[in-house]
């Protein structure tokens, strides 16, 4: 979402006028999720999808009606009939998109600066009835403060369920009533980017950078030794600290939301960012090495006072049991270990002790 955001605010910078198309509603199977984009100007330029082909053109031919008649339109896409021109999916799902013009209001400007900051936010949108079709609120912050109005009679109702919705990092779409008329909110959460603290420039790491911002995470690299961060090896991270580890984690937000690796095989590295990894709420912790040199660095947190409970919560060998050896795909199965940890699965350890030194 901060892409197009970032997108968004070019495109107004030269007037341009701008649509935005949204999936808020998928039955069956649907190339891309409910929350889905494709923000389109009038000159022409698109950003972002809503089926990965499969119908952005008619989206874009309705935007621009969209901004010729400055009103909202609600889409609906199914199955396209084999050997046919018609406009359809390719698969057997159908989906409903709302096409806006984009507005440039409290609501907008809210989610915008709740995103930058990297704080939670939740918008709700009305799809029906059509008189009230594109009315929005949206929560933002910390606080989850309202922005907008819906109807002032149902702004209550409609924040709640975005709580309830945002507390799960979902989406969904519920039927409010007003006076008997039954409005048909689509609600759409929007947290913060997990955030992923490597330790360590080593090859599996310049591989795990790049994969891990391509599937969402908030990467920071950190080395101190600043002649193997040098040249682009590592230009997919999100930023690159030449600090010790704890100086940067003792000032990071070391929440449920965060994940700490450490690929180094360097106890002076390894042991301090273990122990403040440990004394966090982080969601993951991760540490290459074989079962006996982590047998070594639990002595040594043991001595530090941290028991069996605070040290099984350090995944070693680390990542999922893919069978691969090079560091590509070593940094693969770290992958896949942390997006499992994200969504609560379960995983077994990587490989043979030997393996990871």
Request: glycine share 10%.
């Amino acid at each position: 979402m901060k892409e197009l955001l970032a997108q968004i605010d070019a495109w107004l910078a030269r007037k341009e006028e701008i649509a935005v198309a949204t999936v808020v509603y998928i039955h069956g199977s649907a190339p891309r999720p409910e929350g889905a984009r494709l923000v389109v100007t009038r000159s022409g330029e698109m950003r972002g999808s809503v089926s990965g082909g499969c119908v952005e053109g008619d989206v874009y031919e309705r935007a621009m009606t969209v901004l010729d008649e400055g009103s909202p339109a609600l889409v609906s896409y199914g199955p396209a009939e084999p050997d046919s021109f018609e406009v359809g999916l390719s698969c057997d799902g159908e989906i409903e998109v709302l096409i806006e013009p984009h507005a440039e209001d409290v609501v907008f400007r809210g989610l915008r600066d709740a995103i930058a900051a990297g704080e939670p936010a939740a918008l709700a949108l009305v799809l029906d009835p059509p008189q009230r079709r594109g009315a929005r609120l949206a929560l933002v912050g910390k606080d989850s403060n309202i922005v907008g109005s819906i109807d002032t009679r149902i702004d209550e109702v409609v924040a709640e369920e975005a709580r309830e919705v945002l507390g799960r990092g979902t989406r969904t779409t519920r039927t409010i009533e007003l006076e008997g008329q039954p409005h048909r909110v689509f609600i759409e959460s929007f947290v913060p980017a997990p955030r992923l603290y490597v330790v360590g420039a080593t090859h599996i790491a310049e591989t795990l950078c790049r994969l891990a911002r391509e599937v969402g995470f908030e990467v920071c690299l950190i080395e101190p030794r600043t002649a193997f961060t040098r040249g682009e090896r590592f230009a997919a991270a999100h930023e690159i600290r030449s600090d010790w580890p704890v100086d940067v984690l003792d000032g990071a937000r070391l929440d449920g939301g965060a994940y700490i690796l450490t690929l180094t095989h360097d106890s002076k590295f390894d042991i301090p960012t273990l122990a403040r990894a440990l004394r966090s709420d982080v969601r993951y912790i991760g540490a290459l090495g074989s079962r006996g040199t982590h047998e070594k660095r639990k002595t040594a947190l043991r001595e530090q006072g941290f028991g069996e409970a605070d040290l099984a919560r350090i995944h070693t060998p680390v990542g999922l049991d893919l069978g691969g050896r090079s560091p590509q795909e070593i940094a693969l199965a770290i992958l896949a270990e942390m997006v499992a940890a994200r969504y609560a699965r379960t995983g077994v350890s990587l490989n043979r002790p030997s393996e990871q030194g």
